[in-house]
């Protein structure tokens, strides 16, 4: 099957003996750039039936904690239209490789293309130079990337993701966990301890100030994270809570030394009802 860089004249054999720098987003741009994630679609930005932007579907609120050991990255599962919860399982949180993770907040379509490129990315680069990004260049990768869909954002399509691993080049484990929040130009910006992005995240952010302190176990991290989401869908209709009926629960990852884990549903239900049992014994707290 054919596809834009097998036509006539644009195929992949004339640019091998092209020197280039080891990015993919590069070597797409220069090649194919209709390929990227925005720009396509920021030219139907704010045109659709009666001169509206057609409904596009929203991811909302991410949140990250440090622990002694690593990382914890979680998000709810709450896609919105407009007034309309669109999905009520969307998948808002990823491993961008073997440590480190990325979520997604903002415009869903063009931040999950944006993701897969950005795995894309850090694979194609360690296969160029041999070995893997550092933390901070992942980082300073994902900047890059969000920078390029700077025209669509501007006419409302943004994509503000959250970027967290852990640092396999600081010795100390209990300093290995990061985290990097960006705004829609691009900018980078390490986090202390913990953050959030996201329609929830104001109340997201509040609950993990009170919550999270020093020395905390990745167990531990991974109850404040889900109950700093469960009070940010209290405020924010944007944000789904856990649903015990249809059994869907947030999306939690941990980043270690071992590499990316998912947190099974199962373990996420005990910390969910667990949770609920606390707030119906006070629940004017």
Avoid: C
Avoid at 12 to 25: E, G, H
Avoid at 96 to 107: E, H, K, P, Q, R
């Amino acid at each position: 099957m054919s596809g834009p860089l097998d036509r006539p004249g644009h195929g992949l054999l004339r640019f091998t003996a092209v020197p280039r720098s080891s990015s993919f987003v590069d070597f797409l741009s220069s090649t194919a750039a209709e390929l990227l994630p925005g720009p396509q679609l920021s030219e139907y930005a704010g045109t659709g039936a009666g001169g509206t932007r057609p409904p596009i579907t929203h991811g909302t609120t991410i949140v990250a904690a440090t622990f002694a050991g690593g990382v914890v990255m979680a998000g709810d599962r709450r896609g919105t239209m407009g007034n309309l919860i669109s999905q009520r399982d969307i998948e808002k949180v990823y491993p961008a490789d073997d440590y480190s993770l990325v979520g997604i907040a903002g415009t869903a379509g063009i931040a999950i293309e944006l993701v897969r490129l950005f795995q894309v990315e850090l694979e194609h680069y360690e296969k160029i130079e041999g070995t893997p990004l550092t933390l901070d260049g992942k980082a300073n990768r994902l900047a890059t990337m969000i920078r390029g869909n700077l025209a669509a954002a501007m006419q409302g399509l943004a994509v503000v993701p959250l970027f967290a691993g852990y640092d396999t080049d600081i010795a100390e484990p209990a300093a290995a966990g990061k985290i990097y929040s960006y705004d829609a130009t691009g900018g980078r910006y390490p986090e202390q301890h913990y953050h959030s992005v996201g329609s929830g995240s104001v109340f997201a952010k509040s609950a993990l100030k009170k919550l999270w302190r020093p020395g905390l176990t990745e167990a531990e991290v991974v109850e404040v994270v889900v109950e700093s989401l469960y009070d940010a869908a209290d405020d924010d209709s944007a944000t789904g809570g856990p649903d015990l009926t249809r059994r869907i629960f947030p999306m939690v990852f941990a980043s270690t030394a071992d590499g990316i884990r998912r947190i099974p549903d199962t373990g996420l239900e005990a910390v969910v009802r667990a949770l609920l049992d606390r707030r119906a014994a006070a629940p004017g707290s």
